[in-house]
């Protein structure tokens, strides 16, 4: 996994959250106004037969950093490509945990995968983020050899209008369900 940015990195770590051969990072990023936000990037191993029978290690994953990211006092981002759609229980899970946005909602599906094959395409790729952005820009970009697609999301930092928009709400029946989750990765 790489990680390139124009902006600053500050304290940037490879972690190994889940799996010993699986990355993910984290790094604090310094706006061009010298605001610092918190940025996590990952890629879990899909389900199937090469690599995991089951999705229970990406769905731990994902939830580790949904809880992490909403215990934090500064702006999130959350990206990667999770090797799953938008719309099943974990990610709708995600979402509520992490009260982040996803900002295709209402903007449309922006499939990213498979780059290859036009009639089986579908959100692989991934962008959610804290209230205090305000999408610009977002679209697909055109094919450049991956079996993805890019994704262009263009977001302004306007904390001054957080109160516009409102992640999902949590129940105590959603954290348990997500740490239940975890664990059970945790334990494969």
Same mark, same amino acid.
């Given at each position: 996994? #790489?990680?390139?940015?124009?902006?600053?990195?500050?304290?940037? $770590?490879?972690?190994?959250?889940? =799996?010993?051969? +699986?990355?993910?990072?984290?790094?604090?990023?310094?706006? %061009?106004?010298?605001? %610092?936000?918190?940025?996590?990037?990952?890629?879990?191993?899909?389900?199937?037969?090469?690599?995991?029978?089951?999705?229970? /290690?990406?769905?731990?994953?994902?939830?580790?950093?949904?809880?992490?990211?909403? @215990?934090?006092?500064?702006?999130? +981002?959350?990206?990667?490509? &999770?090797?799953?759609?938008?719309?099943?229980?974990?990610?709708?899970?995600? !979402? @509520? +945990?992490? $009260?982040?946005?996803?900002?295709?909602? *209402?903007? *449309?599906?922006?499939?990213?995968?498979?780059?290859?094959?036009?009639?089986? %395409?579908?959100? &692989?790729?991934? &962008?959610?983020?804290?209230? /205090?952005?305000?999408?610009? =820009?977002? @679209? !697909? &970009?055109?094919?450049?050899?991956?079996?993805?697609?890019?994704?262009? +999301?263009?977001?302004?930092?306007?904390?001054?209008?957080? #109160?516009?928009?409102?992640? =999902?709400?949590?129940?105590?029946?959603?954290?348990?369900?997500?740490?239940?989750?975890?664990? =059970?990765? %945790?334990?494969?």
């Amino acid at each position: 996994m #790489h990680l390139y940015s124009k902006l600053k990195l500050v304290d940037p $770590e490879i972690r190994f959250l889940v =799996e010993d051969d +699986i990355p993910s990072v984290t790094s604090t990023v310094e706006l %061009r106004n010298g605001v %610092r936000i918190l940025f996590y990037c990952l890629h879990s191993a899909p389900p199937s037969p090469t690599e995991n029978s089951h999705s229970t /290690e990406r769905d731990g994953e994902l939830l580790m950093l949904g809880k992490e990211a909403n @215990r934090q006092d500064k702006a999130v +981002i959350v990206t990667g490509d &999770l090797d799953d759609v938008a719309w099943p229980d974990t990610t709708l899970l995600f !979402r @509520r +945990i992490s $009260e982040l946005l996803d900002p295709r909602i *209402g903007r *449309g599906m922006f499939n990213s995968f498979h780059a290859k094959y036009w009639f089986i %395409r579908w959100p &692989l790729d991934h &962008l959610f983020h804290s209230r /205090e952005f305000r999408i610009c =820009e977002i @679209r !697909r &970009l055109g094919y450049f050899g991956s079996d993805h697609f890019p994704i262009y +999301i263009k977001l302004a930092y306007a904390p001054d209008s957080s #109160h516009a928009q409102q992640g =999902e709400d949590s129940s105590s029946a959603d954290h348990a369900r997500a740490n239940s989750k975890i664990s =059970e990765a %945790r334990d494969e």
